[in-house]
């Protein structure tokens, strides 16, 4: 790995602490909760949640950061062309434009929009980022999937990586089906999914970084996983 592929493999890193910082600031108010409840608990949150907001926002260039430098490995270990590491990251960079939209909604009504005044506006914007929600949901299963099939593919990382992303994926997809009852059991798909993906995101970084100096080669060149330092 170069010194820059280092740099973005721990932009992985920085984007999992940031996401974390944020969610322990204050958790955004539910979309299902009446709205005399969440105009409310945005006048009581405001700076916290503002905060939240925007420390979550930081995390998107290291994201990309990390999705670049997984890209350029992936093609690089590639004995054929394949276009799942373009479509990974292509994903991932959609799902971050999307999740800025996002979070761009509790900040707006943070910001002063949450009024009793504007009940309907309130109401509607809601729906919107629950929406934008499982939009999100589907590009962020795409960007792991497409990775963690070439990371089986290749055998460039260790297979457990892609597996464990693979099931994250699985669980983004399964969400999906909970649109009509999003508190309903299948609502809790998403929220594991994204867990997973945190973790997936987490543990790659490490190895990665812990891959300093070592040259990764497709596992297949050399008949075993291309990952010496963690097998």
Same mark, same amino acid.
């Given at each position: 790995?170069?010194?820059? +592929?280092?740099?973005? &493999?721990?932009?992985?890193?920085? %984007? /999992?602490?940031?996401?974390?910082?944020?969610? %322990?600031?204050?958790?955004?108010?539910?979309?299902?909760? $009446?709205?005399?409840?969440? @105009? &409310?608990? *945005?006048?009581?949150?405001?700076? #916290?949640?503002? /905060?939240?907001? *925007?420390?979550? @926002?930081?995390?998107? $260039?290291?994201?990309?950061?990390?999705? =670049?430098?997984?890209?350029?490995?992936?093609?690089?270990?590639?004995? +054929? +062309?394949?276009?799942?590491? =373009?479509?990974?990251? #292509?994903?991932?960079?959609?799902?971050?434009?999307?999740?800025?939209?996002?979070?761009?909604?509790?900040?707006?009504? =943070?910001?002063?929009?949450?009024?009793?005044?504007?009940?309907?506006?309130?109401?509607?914007?809601?729906?919107?980022?629950?929406?934008?929600?499982?939009?999100?949901?589907?590009?962020?299963? /795409?960007?792991?999937?497409?990775?963690? @099939?070439?990371?089986?593919?290749?055998?460039?990382?260790?297979?457990?990586?892609?597996?464990?992303?693979?099931?994250?994926?699985?669980?983004?997809?399964?969400?999906?089906?909970?649109? =009509?009852?999003?508190?309903?059991?299948?609502?809790?798909?998403?929220?594991?999914?994204?867990?997973? %993906?945190?973790?997936?995101?987490?543990?790659?970084? @490490?190895?990665?970084?812990?891959?300093?100096?070592?040259?990764? /080669?497709?596992?297949?060149?050399?008949?075993?996983?291309? *990952?010496?330092?963690?097998?």
């Amino acid at each position: 790995m170069t010194r820059g +592929e280092r740099g973005a &493999a721990a932009g992985g890193l920085v %984007f /999992v602490l940031l996401l974390f910082t944020g969610s %322990f600031v204050v958790s955004t108010p539910s979309a299902f909760n $009446p709205v005399g409840v969440v @105009i &409310a608990q *945005y006048v009581q949150h405001r700076t #916290a949640i503002l /905060v939240s907001c *925007y420390l979550s @926002i930081l995390a998107g $260039p290291f994201f990309l950061l990390f999705l =670049a430098s997984l890209r350029r490995i992936l093609e690089r270990a590639a004995q +054929e +062309e394949s276009p799942l590491p =373009a479509v990974s990251f #292509a994903a991932g960079a959609l799902a971050t434009g999307v999740v800025y939209v996002w979070y761009a909604i509790p900040a707006a009504l =943070a910001l002063g929009a949450a009024t009793p005044r504007n009940g309907a506006v309130v109401q509607a914007l809601l729906g919107l980022s629950t929406v934008l929600g499982f939009f999100s949901d589907v590009l962020f299963g /795409v960007t792991v999937a497409a990775a963690s @099939i070439e990371i089986l593919r290749t055998r460039v990382l260790p297979r457990w990586l892609g597996v464990v992303g693979l099931v994250s994926a699985a669980l983004f997809g399964l969400n999906q089906l909970s649109i =009509a009852q999003p508190r309903g059991p299948l609502g809790l798909a998403g929220l594991l999914g994204f867990l997973l %993906f945190l973790v997936w995101m987490l543990t790659t970084s @490490i190895t990665l970084l812990r891959a300093s100096g070592v040259r990764l /080669v497709p596992a297949r060149a050399v008949g075993r996983d291309a *990952y010496p330092a963690v097998g």
